[in-house]
């Protein structure tokens, strides 16, 4: 059982940036793929970025450019750089872990991203 928990959500104006943690309970380099995910309110989650345990990164079209994800595996911690954010950007950011050995998802609880005017 992996446990996610997010951190660094919160409200920041529009162009600005902010960078999102997502610290796993164990070793993330035996997890195959971590990605944020998100949801704003009446929409469907769906999927921001996500990175390998290669390093392989994948953006949804309408972040690249301005959001970075990393790992650190020595901290087993993912981050989601945010940059040049805009009001559209507000949502529940979710962090997932993808265990292809059990073929298990796990997910955080989510934290609150507001971008304002």
Do not use: H
């Amino acid at each position: 059982q992996v446990q996610l928990v997010e951190s660094g959500g919160g409200l920041v104006q529009a162009g600005g940036p902010l960078r999102l943690s997502c610290a796993a309970s164990e070793n993330i380099y035996s997890i195959n793929v971590m990605a944020w995910y998100r949801q704003a309110p009446g929409k469907q989650r769906e999927l921001v970025a996500a990175i390998t345990s290669g390093g392989t990164t994948n953006y949804a079209d309408s972040v690249k450019g301005r959001f970075t994800i990393s790992r650190d595996n020595a901290k087993n911690t993912v981050y989601l750089q945010m940059n040049s954010l805009k009001r559209e950007d507000t949502a529940v950011y979710y962090c997932k872990a993808y265990v292809a050995g059990t073929g298990m998802n796990y997910w955080g609880k989510g934290t609150q991203v507001t971008v304002s005017s």
